[in-house]
């Protein structure tokens, strides 16, 4: 028997009318269960409706550029499934409400698949609506999704690493109000997507791992979810195209324009030839080993830096004798310092007289932004990689605090509980290798900072005072900076100040 379904706008969020921008399917067209139908825009967002039922399209009610509203018609479908289950509002008939709800990944834009990097719950967890239960990593950004639905988590189907897509599910919860969902009826296994939220209330959160995911905003890539896809496929960062239509969007013209003015220009031949691919195994016996998220976040940011930024290193060599006695008097009397938090002191009481060092570039690259805060990023070595972690207000700090603070942060760092923000902020980043070893090394500047200070492992030179050679404790120093920022005349300045604080040990 065929039955003729309406399909109606669900609800969608605080929004009282939305704009059809773009109808993706035709009478005639069969259609799928989750195949998206229309898609509509909301303030500067855009989100696809997807179709709760499997049929043919008999009629479509709209048209572009029409405003909706929750219940309105979007379209009809004849189906010979009366088993098919419906998700709108709109039904009038009552159905027996669950008490096990199944939570799954709601339209979160022109995603096929999406990394799941934290679970936020655990089972037996009460949760309420909106708490967040997992998030989600895209190519550039992360995204917290909320429970629709309040109540405890019977099960958890994601694990860490996996790749999800819209209506995978993600867990049951045990209603704890029912009544906040209506007209739901399982009559298959197969879990049901329930109406997508409002994408507006996913949480983006910054996924700043070591300040290194963050790029500059460059404008509104205001565009439908079938341009952002052609643009991936293309490799087009849609941030440098300006749209031509209504309210700025970004056509299929203007991505296409754009495409076609890169291709003609004198850059598109002179771009960094990539290295040859070679099959290793006929050389002899290999082992593929996948490179971890921090890895390949980190290698993408520092190819940019070294790429975008031209680097000058300055080296030199500190007498540190004073500052070992110091330190050896102070182990004594039962307090332990690392050479480290001496040279965080002296690096910052030498920040406070070259601020120029303690800065970044705005986005256009024409001003230079000077802060007055003194923050450090400490590089830290962990088993899934390299991370920077930022220690605040150092000049605040006695040696002592910044010795308990970094072994907290060095065990945090370790175990993997370090937050986003907990690596945001710094002014001027500190790459030691003084615990593994070396004589010197090239760190690169950590972008959007202008300078970076590498620290290598100190050793005992002869030093001629004109009479005899003495024994000497010498520290290594490296100072990378951006020579845009900073000139040698002030790079020389810079590590002449830090080296006679950190001799003289006048840093406390």
């Not at 299929?252 to 290793?280: A, G, R, W």
């Not at 390949?296 to 007498?319: A, M």
Request: proline share 6%.
């Amino acid at each position: 028997m065929m039955n003729i379904k309406n399909i109606v706008l669900p609800d969608i969020g605080d929004f009282y009318e939305v704009e059809v921008i773009e109808i993706l399917v035709n009478v005639g067209d069969k259609i799928n269960t989750n195949d998206s139908i229309v898609t509509l825009e909301k303030d500067k967002s855009s989100m696809e409706i997807p179709s709760p039922f499997t049929g043919i399209i008999t009629k479509i009610e709209v048209n572009i550029g029409d405003r909706i509203k929750e219940n309105d018609i979007i379209l009809s479908i004849s189906s010979e499934n009366s088993k098919i289950q419906n998700i709108n509002k709109n039904i009038k008939k009552e159905y027996p409400k669950p008490k096990i709800i199944p939570v799954v990944v709601p339209n979160i834009g022109d995603f096929d698949e999406i990394e799941v990097i934290e679970i936020l719950v655990n089972v037996g967890d009460e949760l309420s609506v909106e708490d967040s239960i997992i998030t989600l990593e895209s190519d550039k950004a992360s995204m917290e999704i909320p429970t629709p639905v309040a109540g405890k988590v019977i099960n958890i189907n994601v694990a860490l690493g996996d790749k999800i897509s819209l209506g995978t599910l993600i867990l049951n919860i045990r209603s704890i109000a029912e009544e906040t969902l209506t007209e739901i009826k399982t009559q298959s296994s197969t879990p049901i997507p329930l109406i997508p939220p409002n994408p507006s209330t996913l949480t983006p959160i910054t996924t700043n791992i070591n300040q290194i995911i963050s790029e500059p905003i460059r404008g509104n890539s205001h565009a439908s979810p079938s341009i952002r896809k052609l643009a991936r496929e293309l490799g087009v960062d849609l941030s440098y195209i300006t749209g031509t239509g209504r309210k700025g969007r970004i056509l299929d013209t203007d991505l296409k324009s754009h495409v076609k003015q890169i291709m003609t220009s004198d850059n598109f031949n002179s771009v960094i030839p990539k290295p040859p691919i070679i099959d290793f195994s006929k050389f002899g016996d290999i082992e593929t080993i996948k490179l971890s998220r921090i890895n390949k976040l980190s290698g993408k940011h520092l190819t940019t830096c070294w790429l975008n930024i031209p680097h000058v290193t300055q080296f030199d060599e500190v007498n540190i004798n004073q500052m070992e006695a110091y330190r050896q008097e102070q182990k004594s009397n039962g307090i332990k310092l690392t050479p480290l938090v001496f040279i965080m002191k002296a690096l910052v009481q030498t920040l406070k007289n070259h601020l120029r060092f303690n800065a970044s570039l705005d986005e256009s690259g024409e001003n230079l932004i000077i802060k007055k805060y003194f923050n450090l990023g400490i590089a830290m070595d962990t088993p899934k990689g390299l991370i920077v972690p930022v220690i605040r207000n150092v000049e605040k700090k006695s040696l002592t605090d910044l010795a308990k603070e970094l072994f907290e942060t060095s065990k945090n760092a370790r175990e993997n509980k370090l937050k986003p923000v907990d690596m945001q902020g710094s002014g001027l980043t500190i790459s030691s290798l003084g615990g593994i070893g070396g004589t010197q090394f090239t760190p690169i500047v950590n972008a959007p900072e202008v300078a970076i200070l590498g620290i290598s492992r100190s050793y005992f030179k002869p030093i001629w005072n004109g009479k005899n050679f003495i024994p000497t404790l010498t520290l290594p120093l490296a100072l990378s900076y951006d020579h845009r920022v900073i000139d040698g005349a002030q790079g020389g300045r810079f590590m002449a100040e830090l080296n006679a604080t950190l001799r003289e040990a006048s840093y406390d």
